[in-house]
């Protein structure tokens, strides 16, 4: 089960990393359960599927050429945790901040717990702090 999720989760990253939305939106469709549980801070109004696909366009719209590279990928059980390093381009309107032309390079830990081949769960540390440093939001410039 282990080597089977992890290969699940590989395929959807490849397709992450596309940029393209709406195969972005494919592959959300193909490997998420729809009543996905999201444990991640996403305060975007939305939970499932739909969560996870307004995150990706608030993201791309962001961030174009936005870049996830996989550190470390642990499966056991029906869990897959991977350690991402998160590179892009501050291009588009991101939390209410204009486009800044600015690089951000910044950490992340996400645990994946699949049933049934789909991942069904999905918790999340994402290093906003760092991000928001680097775009100006907070004082101190890139960490």
Excluded: C
Aim: net charge negative; proline share 6%; no cysteine.
């Amino acid at each position: 089960m282990a080597d089977s999720n992890k290969a699940t989760f590989r395929r959807f990253h490849d397709v992450l990393n596309s940029g393209d939305a709406e195969a972005i939106s494919k592959i959300i469709d193909e490997v998420v359960a729809p009543d996905l549980i999201f444990h991640a801070p996403v305060p975007m109004g939305a939970t499932g599927v739909q969560a996870l696909k307004r995150v990706w366009t608030v993201l791309l719209r962001a961030f174009p050429d936005l870049r996830v590279e996989i550190e470390d990928v642990i499966a056991e059980g029906d869990k897959v945790v991977v350690r991402n390093t998160v590179t892009g381009t501050h291009r588009g309107e991101y939390r209410d901040l204009p486009p800044t032309g600015r690089s951000v390079r910044y950490d992340e830990i996400f645990i994946f717990r699949f049933a049934g081949g789909r991942i069904a769960e999905v918790w999340g540390v994402v290093d906003v702090f760092a991000q928001m440093r680097q775009l100006g939001v907070i004082p101190g410039g890139a960490p």
